[in-house]
């Protein structure tokens, strides 16, 4: 090779990556990731384009390295004729033209994956350059919609078009290559979620604490009454498969002898039953819905007790943040939740559905002050040994790169 090819060669090598991200734009965990995630690859130095038929809930404006693009989707009068997928595939074709994107990354795969698929297919028929494709799988396009076997076919093909795999947890990594019958010899890795340490972390403020509180129950607390609430929360997207109706059982079990409060953050289809069925038990004063939140750090740090009593969780991030702000969490015994959960450790874990053992975990934190404690600790000195940001934005970037340079390096 001649001096100048070999100079242009290693200069190729080490040139940010033009990097393409597509996900919902909600305020679930594979778009926060997916967010945090682009955001710390344009920090360090990445070109980053988000595909989003929104905009995403944590950018509020492009900045440098950092631009997103709105998939524009056709309004057809049939209902169930979704343009989504078909709108996106041609957006990102149109984004790698105009901008040479080196590779695509899709957070949750349907249907992201099919997707990218379609769009890789058009840029190589035109003979145009075909970015790298890795797909993140989250959680259901696993275990629920993505083993349907109304698509599992089509799911698995796109899939296995992906030059790199990745997975939260070890969990949802093997059962994606059992359910979805995936080849042993694709490239898949398991790269845990992650926090910014710096934003979740332990504050026990007791007169911010007091203000909170009173604003959320629309009367002033004495800094006394603050001090003797003990607060219990919960955030999601208010699903079957959350179980929230186990900590409404919970609460009725606890309140008659201890002053406790239960925030429920987040928004979904159970909402209006859960709030009729509070009203109905009488619970109305002990149970706040608070809605989405933008910025629901400040509730966790108030918290005493994070509670995730779900029928499968894929991994858990909401467990995670919990944990980085110093609180320990009672969650069930299932999916990836034991990867971020050590049993008596920095929370307890429990069988789905036995509210017996989540009142009895919740007991035992609230009224031992020195086993909260403990587990207080404990749960940020996970967070900080194994879920950091920065360590885990470089393996994803170690692996973006690998893949990258594997492509320039036999061209």
């Known amino acids: 090779m001649a001096l100048a090819a070999v100079a242009r060669h290693n200069q190729d090598m080490n040139a940010p990556l033009?990097?393409?991200?597509?996900?919902?734009?909600?305020?679930?965990?594979?778009?926060?990731?997916?967010?945090?995630?682009?955001?710390?690859?344009?920090?360090?130095?990445?070109?980053?384009?988000?595909l989003c038929y929104d905009r995403p809930a944590w950018i509020d404006e492009p900045r440098d390295r950092l631009h997103v693009h709105r998939v524009e989707v056709p309004d057809y009068p049939l209902p169930h004729l979704g343009a989504y997928p078909l709108a996106l595939a041609s957006a990102l074709s149109s984004l790698c033209e105009r901008v040479s994107i080196d590779l695509i990354h899709l957070h949750y795969a349907i249907p992201h994956t099919t997707s990218?698929?379609?769009?890789?297919?058009?840029?190589?028929?035109?003979?145009?350059?075909?970015?790298?494709?890795?797909?993140?799988?989250?959680?259901?396009?696993?275990?629920?919609?993505g083993s349907d076997p109304a698509i599992a076919p089509i799911h698995r093909y796109t899939l296995e078009q992906?030059?790199?795999?990745?997975?939260?947890?070890?969990?949802?990594?093997?059962?994606?290559?059992?359910?979805?019958?995936?080849?042993?010899?694709?490239?898949?890795?398991?790269?845990?979620?992650?926090?910014?340490?710096?934003?979740?972390?332990?504050?026990?403020?007791?007169?911010?604490?007091?203000?909170?509180?009173?604003?959320?129950?629309g009367r002033e607390l004495t800094q006394t009454e603050s001090d003797a609430l003990r607060v219990l929360s919960h955030s999601s997207n208010f699903r079957p498969v959350k179980r929230i109706d186990d900590l409404l059982l919970m609460m009725q079990a606890l309140r008659d002898d201890l002053p406790v409060l239960l925030l429920l953050i987040g928004d979904g289809p159970e909402r209006e039953?859960?709030?009729?069925?509070?009203?109905?038990?009488?619970?109305?004063?002990?149970?706040?819905?608070?809605?989405?939140?933008?910025?629901?750090?400040?509730?966790?740090?108030?918290?005493?007790?994070?509670?995730?009593?779900?029928?499968?969780?894929?991994?858990?991030?909401?467990?995670l943040e919990a944990l980085g702000c110093g609180v320990p969490v009672v969650a069930s015994n299932v999916g990836g939740l034991p990867e971020?959960?050590?049993?008596?450790?920095?929370?307890?874990?429990?069988?789905?559905?036995?509210?017996?053992a989540i009142t009895s975990a919740v007991r035992q934190l609230l009224t031992d002050a020195t086993r909260w404690t403990q587990m207080s600790h404990a749960a940020r000195h996970s967070v900080e040994q194994s879920f950091r940001r920065d360590p885990l934005v470089t393996r994803y970037e170690q692996l973006f790169l690998s893949l990258c340079r594997r492509t320039k390096s036999t061209t």
């Open 18 to 50: 033009r990097i393409a991200v597509t996900s919902f734009p909600s305020l679930g965990g594979s778009g926060i990731v997916a967010t945090e995630l682009g955001r710390a690859l344009a920090h360090r130095g990445h070109e980053v384009h988000f």
């Open 116 to 145: 990218a698929v379609l769009a890789k297919q058009l840029l190589a028929s035109r003979g145009l350059p075909v970015p790298k494709l890795v797909t993140t799988l989250h959680g259901t396009d696993v275990t629920l919609v």
């Open 162 to 217: 992906c030059d790199g795999l990745t997975t939260p947890s070890e969990y949802l990594r093997q059962t994606a290559t059992m359910r979805l019958g995936l080849s042993s010899q694709l490239p898949f890795e398991v790269i845990p979620n992650f926090i910014d340490t710096d934003r979740f972390s332990p504050e026990r403020n007791p007169a911010q604490r007091r203000d909170i509180l009173s604003s959320i129950l």
């Open 273 to 319: 039953r859960l709030q009729k069925q509070v009203h109905q038990n009488g619970l109305s004063s002990s149970v706040c819905f608070l809605g989405q939140q933008q910025d629901f750090v400040p509730l966790l740090k108030l918290s005493d007790v994070f509670l995730l009593p779900s029928q499968l969780e894929g991994f858990g991030l909401s467990a």
């Open 340 to 356: 971020v959960i050590t049993d008596g450790q920095n929370g307890f874990l429990h069988e789905v559905g036995n509210v017996a």
